[in-house]
């Protein structure tokens, strides 16, 4: 076929442009703003610690990720992270000897909670965004609940040591923090499920067209359940680090779950399904990580650091809309 | 035929999307009272060119002459405003909304500033009557079958009283009885004294009603002439390159025919029943009908998608209990769809994707997606089997053309290979040597041993192919003919006017 | 892209949401009142109170309708409440001459943020939650930056708006009404309402058919924040001055968007009216005021109501056909 | 609104210094100065139907304080038959359909409001003030429809009292962060107004104010800027406690000395306090006087004097001299120390205690 082959070249150019993420300049731009004011973080520490605080919000937006590759939103996580923060203080009780069963326990929570959202999606058939917007009242209030309105305990120091632990004098870098470990594990697990297993192309195939997929044999149910599964999940392990690395209080997850739909969308996944890539939420978590950290070394007044996000958040989106449209 | 000035003049169009040079210098006119067909292969450009003619796409290169003044469109409504009515290949209907509201759409009657909802519906029943479509101004447009929204999308192209008609492929979802009437219709319109440019990869149709035939291919004009001056056989010549020496396979040798694969007892549903057939590995039966028959209730049911409520169905002796898609391929039974853009593409993933569908759909979670059989080699393999005609294999399948659409789709069976297919409308929207390629595909699977039941509108196909026919009428099998069969002796059966033949 | 693409939840026979939904309320309202003995909540006077909770949540919600029905969404609207708010008691400054400046300034700024909506929407092409996320944010910011506490204060000609009655029925309520039925003859009695609904229901498919589709998108966003910047005028007469995070505090971005839904208008756009989000409203009243009867405890509230939401759509979704995501 | 009020900042600062009256050891029944109303027109006879609207129980400080009301209201079953409330979850438009479904509905003796913002609740008091007799506590009213006020000193005390201690404590020419919660709320922007008068007045140089959201997350990246930026902070002023200790952690996790920091009084900031010495002060805004509003309307529904209609209650600091009587570890992390319950009923289970 003569026109496949004089086409190839150009398309494959066109294409590697568009694959260049507007997350990832994006996030080039800002770290480097950040580094020239201040610059340490030019060197591997600085950038190690950066990677720590944002470690939470990256799983999130990886978690996030998939349910938006199958098309769905997933607003619950954000109280998901509160109610893992709160209790695992109430079943911890400080008691490192608790630590591992915990943590046991909060992941079944999340499975729990993964799979209500999934069924009530799939069974009941309720849109995700009510869904999960019901799931997010109902957590937040059984989180209150347990914990009787506010926290009722610590979080041992062992558990503490996942989000806060950072290992000194290591070669090559210098320091180590353990979250740092802990992210880079999640997201090659992430990138692995969604780019290099059949499942992730199951899910990408739901997103975009759930109906032929399912005449295709794709368990569609089935698929998008483990997809709400897998955002509950890596929820829980965001707030393992969150609590870890800040202590625990009611207002932990507040709001995530916008900032990790966020960051998908500046890394390129397109909201309702269909096109999603890991790197991208990674870099656009990071983005918008830099942004805030930014945002706070400017020094701008509070208010206008709003403005500025909200401004920066259209432009990302619009100019990778723009370059869909070229491409 | 008029010697009049054209009305529609298109000179030296050129269009590119990524990588595709849809449109290169392409000219074309139209005279009023003239019927203009365009023909071509899948992805030769028509619809492309009709779109700039509709003011969707803007045209990279040449210009739009109407009445012989230049002009360009920025919006679809301009076009309509100079007189440009349009039915897309791809049917825009708003399903919630009912029938007078799609074919009044942007076109409202208004009384005082509000809708004019009698002038509406008293206008919707006229149309509707023009177009022969069976249907309720006031029904909702998702309760109709697709060959009455296609009805539906013919009368609201009316209801702009337009000087130019284009139709991509009007009769595409069409049965004989629907065509034929839109054909009339189409002369109708030309003897008032419009300019209709006629899209189709039906030969019969053109021969029927068009006074010019332009042929597209690659993009390029590769000629117009009079209808009067072509066969059959040299527009295929011209829109394929070569001559197509066996539009229709060899039929099946009755020697070679295999057991019972899919048995079916006494089954039925809420639209089908008293539905018992037997379809045996190697031969190709044939479902007819007209619309609304419930031939395409049988397809689904027998996959699953709209299962049987009752009666028994067994494949290869074991009984089969077939409640899901999912179940009827796990069994081995395969499924092609009629509305591709719906139940057929993921259409932001690319060729080996889509391609790939059915095999990932059984293969473990966890396995890399290019694992075994997946293997982008063996993808690759498939897609050149079926002759795709695309960038490159990586492209999103959204941005090619129907008729390659449906071919990967087909693909995605072929590397599945089950032992029954279903093919629901195979070659709807198909170029002629792709169908004929198509039909050699299923005939090859069938002498390879599998068993398939093709259902189809398309009556030369059905009779050109299959090894028996099944004729439906009302939700039931009104009668089963051998290869041989006539037009009439199909139609007869299909109108519920024929005599059942004793069951060979 | 837009939320146009979601699959929409197909009823298999569409299901009267609203009547059903009303009458649902309805019950529950009254056999609480009767089961905890407070008859007061059955009188006149309880069922204006009644009302009066739908007044500033009905408003928004009509807007929001809009911006669904024609396949977008609107998250900005708390942001802009809580803007039109301030600004209304900030011009005001208990000035009787200055409410009509005030009001026509409000509308006037809210009609320009839905055109800043639409345009981005429209035109740039960014998906909706992202565009009005973000322009709420710039909205919040402009306004902290500005403001930090309640800015002005309305006069007292301005509060009968709030608190003015016709008989036994208060403005605010008729207000309310009258607005529904506007919306109401808009969408189903005009030729906007038509090519709302058109573009909702198949964006590329109404361009086809020589609708506009940019503007119709556009058009939605002006009213849904027109009603937003309504919304912000009734809660500064209510609370005789606006403060800067009325809107954020009343959650009404997303609870207008959960009264849409429960209502039946589907998210992907193109289906549903302005009767259900009314009903859906009327829900979340009458939760209110049965949770204060039985003086249920925040946190399991919060529970319930959040069970509530998902069970009030899944009881007519839950018969569709298809997928939804 | 004028947050930073240089006369009601001279007059916080003056009644710190009063000696509360009333009984000993029971502070939220105790007055600093004021007047007594005369109740005599609301006498009625027992045993009475409570009603209270509460702006919300969105943080902390009010589930501990709402804790304590319910407690009152234990403690005194002799003489309520029955106490209602309604929870406005934050929202004023809500918390003002509350109140007039309590006044209508004809069950309330006496109603006790906590009004979710000043300005907007006042022409509901004042509606309800018509009709019942109306206890205000917390943020108060601008009116005097009220029968009383009820509110420890408030903001400009909380802020001298902090930033007055950090003053004294960092060394000449220190420099002090600031971290607030949210912009734009009247006590916080009291206590912030304050502070900034008190470090202005004794020439300290505040390196930043920035806003934490209360997220403890937030407060240590800022935190760890800051120390990145300025390499050493002497001190840190907090307009709330909750994010104390995490401001605490960031600078153990840069490995930087404590600076002299004021908290409040959470149990997770005391006990840090004391495990770690650290040089602070715990200003507070004391729960107990959730109790008194119950206690205010029983008296007044039996006819009895109440202070009023301004009932200042005592605004205590924790120092290091009398850390040791409020630290409890077996209380929990958020235990507000100042609530004033140890002697009620279910202590401390009530409370989240072991
Ligand atoms: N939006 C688009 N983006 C990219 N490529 C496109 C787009 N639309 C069409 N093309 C490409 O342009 C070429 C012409 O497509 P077109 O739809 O006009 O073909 P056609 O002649 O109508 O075919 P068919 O008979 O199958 O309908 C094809 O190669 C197709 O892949
Ligand atoms: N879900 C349904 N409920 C009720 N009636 C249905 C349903 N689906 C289809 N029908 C009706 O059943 C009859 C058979 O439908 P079917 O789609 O099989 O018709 P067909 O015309 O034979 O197929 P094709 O469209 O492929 O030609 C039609 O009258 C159709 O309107
Ligand atoms: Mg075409
Ligand atoms: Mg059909």
Redesign the pocket.
């Given at each position: 076929m003569s026109a496949v082959a004089s086409h190839t070249a150009s398309s494959a150019a066109l294409r590697f442009a568009r694959g260049i993420n507007v997350g990832v300049a994006v996030f080039l731009v800002l770290y480097g703003t950040i580094a020239v004011l201040q610059p340490g973080y030019f060197e591997v520490e600085g950038f190690l610690n950066f990677l720590r605080r944002a470690a939470p919000l990256i799983i999130l937006a990886c978690g996030q990720l998939f349910v938006i590759a199958g098309g769905g939103f997933d607003l619950s996580m954000g109280s998901l992270v509160t109610l893992t923060v709160l209790g695992g203080s109430m079943l911890a009780g400080g008691n490192p000897e608790n630590t591992w069963w915990t943590i046991g326990v909060l992941y079944l929570i999340g499975l729990g909670v993964g799979l209500v959202n999934g069924l009530v999606v799939t069974l009941l058939k309720v849109p995700s965004i009510i869904a999960t917007l019901g799931m997010l009242l109902s957590l937040n209030g059984a989180a209150l609940m347990w914990s009787g309105g506010a926290p009722r305990g610590y979080l041992p120091e062992n558990f503490r040591a996942l989000g806060r632990l950072v290992y000194r004098d290591v070669p090559v870098t210098g320091i180590m923090p353990l979250s740092v470990l802990i992210l880079t594990g999640f997201v090659a697990l992430a990138a692995w499920l969604l780019h290099a297993t059949v499942f992730g192309r199951q899910v990408l195939a739901v997103g975009d067209n759930p109906r032929a997929a399912e005449l295709s044999g794709v368990p569609v149910g089935a698929t998008r359940v483990l997809v709400f599964v897998i955002s509950a999940l890596s929820a829980v392990t965001a707030g393992i680090l969150l609590g870890g690395f800040a202590g625990v209080s009611t207002a932990v997850g507040q709001g995530l779950e916008l900032q990790a739909i966020a960051a998908c969308v500046i890394g390129g996944a397109q909201l309702l399904g269909g096109r999603a890539s890991v790197t991208g939420a990674v870099a656009g978590a990071l983005s918008l990580f830099a942004l805030f950290t930014l945002l706070n070394l400017m020094g701008l007044p509070q208010p206008l650091r709003e403005t500025v996000q909200g401004l920066i958040l259209i432009a990302a989106v619009a100019s990778s809309a723009w370059r869909m449209r070229r491409a | 035929m008029s010697a009049a000035a054209p009305v529609l003049s298109m000179r030296g169009i050129g269009k590119s999307f990524t990588g595709v040079r849809a449109l290169d210098d392409v000219s074309l006119d139209c005279r009023s009272g003239e019927v203009h067909a365009i023909c071509g292969e899948n992805g030769a450009g028509k619809s492309t060119l009709m779109k700039v003619l509709g003011g969707v796409y803007r045209p990279d290169e040449g210009e739009i002459l109407l009445g012989g003044q230049p002009i360009a469109f920025r919006h679809p409504v301009e076009a309509r405003r100079a007189g440009i009515s349009i039915i897309h290949q791809e049917l825009s209907l708003l399903p919630e909304r009912s029938v007078a509201d799609n074919i009044f759409l942007g076109l409202e009657p208004t009384r005082g500033g509000l809708l004019d909802r009698a002038a509406m519906r008293n206008g919707a029943r006229k149309l509707l009557e023009r177009v022969g479509a069976r249907v309720q101004p006031a029904a909702l447009v998702k309760?109709?079958?697709?060959?009455e929204q296609q009805l539906v999308e013919i009368a609201k192209a009316l209801a702009l009283d337009a000087r130019i008609i284009v139709m991509d492929e009007p009769t595409a979802?069409l049965?004989e009885r629907d065509a034929g009437r839109l054909l009339d219709l189409v002369c109708t319109l030309r003897r008032e004294g419009a300019a209709i440019l006629y899209i189709s990869h039906r030969m019969a149709e053109l021969k029927a009603i068009a006074d010019r035939i332009t042929v597209l291919k690659d993009g390029k004009l590769v000629a117009t002439h009079p209808a009067a001056a072509l066969t059959p056989a040299m527009i295929v010549r011209l829109m394929v390159g070569r001559d197509l020496a066996d539009f229709f396979p060899p039929p099946g040798d009755p020697a070679k025919l295999g057991p019972v694969v899919l048995s079916v007892q006494g089954a039925g549903n809420?639209?089908l029943s008293d539905i018992t057939l037997d379809l045996r590995a190697g031969e190709i039966v044939g479902v007819a009908?007209?619309?609304?028959?419930?031939?395409?209730?049988?397809?689904?049911a027998l996959f699953g998608d709209?299962p049987f409520t009752r009666g028994r169905m067994t494949i290869d002796g074991q009984d089969a209990l077939i409640a899901s898609p999912r179940a009827a391929i796990a069994a081995g039974v395969g499924f092609l769809s009629?509305d591709r853009k719906k139940e057929g593409i993921a259409p932001q993933q690319s060729l080996r994707d889509n391609v790939l569908m059915t095999l990932r759909a059984f293969a473990g979670r966890l396995l890399p997606p290019g694992s075994g059989d997946m293997a982008r080699s063996a993808a690759d393999r498939q897609l050149t089997q079926v002759d795709v005609r695309a960038a490159g294999f990586t492209q999103e399948i959204r941005e090619l053309s129907g008729g390659n659409q449906q071919k990967v789709v087909i693909g995605r069976w072929l590397a599945r290979d089950p032992k029954v297919l279903i093919f629901?409308?195979p070659t709807r929207g198909i170029d002629v040597a792709a169908k004929a390629a198509i039909y050699r595909l299923m005939r090859g699977l069938a002498d390879r041993g599998r068993a398939i039941l093709m259902?189809s509108?398309d009556l030369p196909e059905i009779i050109g192919v299959s090894d028996r026919i099944l004729v439906?009428h009302e939700?039931c099998i009104a009668g089963e003919l051998q290869r041989g069969a006539s037009e009439e002796d199909v139609m007869h059966l299909a109108l519920g006017t024929g005599t059942t033949e004793a069951a060979a | 892209m837009s939320v146009a693409d979601i699959a929409a939840p197909r009823p298999a026979r569409d299901v009267p949401v609203a009547p059903l939904l009303f009458a649902g309320s309805l019950v529950l309202y009254v056999a609480t009142a009767l089961a905890t003995g407070q008859h007061a909540y059955l009188t006149g006077e309880g069922f204006v109170g009644l009302t009066q909770r739908m007044v500033a949540l009905g408003i928004v919600a009509l807007g929001q309708t809009l911006a669904i029905l024609v396949g977008s969404i609107d998250l900005s609207v708390a942001n802009l409440i809580s803007v039109s708010a301030v600004l209304a008691s900030f011009i005001m400054k208990g000035e009787p001459g200055m409410i009509a400046p005030a009001v026509l300034a409000v509308l006037a700024l809210s009609a320009a943020v839905g055109l800043v909506n639409g345009l981005i929407i429209a035109r740039l092409d960014v998906n909706p939650l992202i565009a009005t996320l973000g322009v709420g944010l710039i909205l919040q910011g402009l306004l902290s930056a500005s403001f930090s506490n309640f800015a002005g204060s309305v006069p007292a000609a301005f509060q009968a708006f709030a608190y003015g009655r016709i008989g036994p029925l208060p403005w605010s309520v008729l207000l309310l009404l009258v607005l529904a039925l506007a919306i109401w003859l808009l969408l189903s009695r005009t030729r906007f309402g038509a090519h709302l609904y058109a573009t909702g229901g198949n964006r590329d498919g109404a361009r086809l058919a020589g609708i506009r589709t940019e503007r119709v998108m556009i058009g939605a966003h002006v009213l849904c924040s027109l009603m937003a910047g309504l919304t912000g005028l009734y809660l500064a007469s209510r609370l005789r001055a606006g403060a800067p995070w009325v809107g954020r505090d009343g959650v009404y971005d997303l609870e207008s968007i959960a009264v849409v839904v429960i209502g039946g208008t589907v998210l992907a756009g193109g289906r549903g009216g302005v009767w259900g989000t009314l009903a859906g409203v009327f829900l979340f009243a009458t939760l209110d005021a049965v949770f204060n009867m039985t003086g249920i405890d925040a946190f399991p509230k919060q529970v319930l109501r959040g069970a509530i939401v998902i069970l009030a759509v899944a009881v007519y979704a839950v018969r569709s056909k298809g997928h939804v995501a | 609104q004028n947050f930073n009020d240089p006369a009601e900042f001279e007059r916080q600062k003056a009644l710190l210094t009063v000696a509360p009256q009333g009984p000993e050891g029971k502070p939220w029944e105790q007055n600093l100065g004021g007047e007594k109303v005369d109740t005599a027109k609301y006498k009625k006879p027992g045993p009475y139907k409570l009603c209270f609207s509460n702006a919300g129980v969105n943080n902390p400080w009010r589930v501990v304080g709402f804790t304590n009301m319910q407690a009152e209201v234990e403690a005194n079953k002799a003489d309520i038959a029955s106490f209602t409330h309604a929870d406005a979850e934050g929202k004023d438009d809500k918390q003002i359909s509350d109140i007039n479904a309590f006044v209508n509905s004809g069950q309330c003796d006496a109603l006790i409001v906590s009004p979710n913002t000043t300005a907007a609740l006042t022409p509901a008091v004042e509606a309800a003030a018509k009709k019942l007799p109306v206890v205000v506590f917390d943020r108060g009213v601008d009116s005097k429809a009220p029968v009383t006020f009820i509110n420890p000193i408030g903001g400009y005390g909380f802020g001298i009292q902090g930033a007055s201690f950090i003053a004294e404590k960092i060394p000449a020419g220190g420099s002090v962060l600031a971290l607030r919660i949210l912009p734009g709320v009247d006590v916080l922007e009291n206590r912030w107004a304050a502070a900034e008068r008190i470090f202005k007045e004794k020439g300290i140089k505040v390196v930043g104010a920035e806003f934490t959201n209360g997220d403890n997350a937030k407060t240590k990246a800022i935190v760890e800027d800051y120390l990145n930026r300025f390499g050493k902070i002497d001190g840190v002023w907090m307009d709330a406690g909750a994010t104390a200790v995490a401001a605490l952690e960031a600078f153990e996790d840069a490995g930087k000395p404590y600076p002299v920091i004021n908290g409040e009084d959470q149990q997770d900031f005391l006990q840090k306090w004391k495990k770690n010495k650290l040089t602070a002060i715990a200003p507070t805004y004391p729960t107990y006087q959730w109790r008194t509003p119950v206690i205010a309307a029983i008296r007044i529904l039996k006819g009895e004097p109440v202070v009023g209609p301004t009932w200042k209650l005592p605004q205590p600091a924790i120092t290091a001299e009398n850390l040791d009587k409020f630290v409890n570890d077996k209380m929990p992390p958020l235990h507000y120390a100042l609530c004033g319950c140890e002697q009620m009923a279910n202590y401390p289970a009530r409370w989240g205690g072991k």
């Open positions: - | 309760s109709l079958s697709i060959a979802a049965d809420a639209i009908g007209l619309e609304g028959s419930g031939k395409g209730a049988l397809g689904r709209e009629d629901l409308e259902i509108s439906m939700g | - | -």
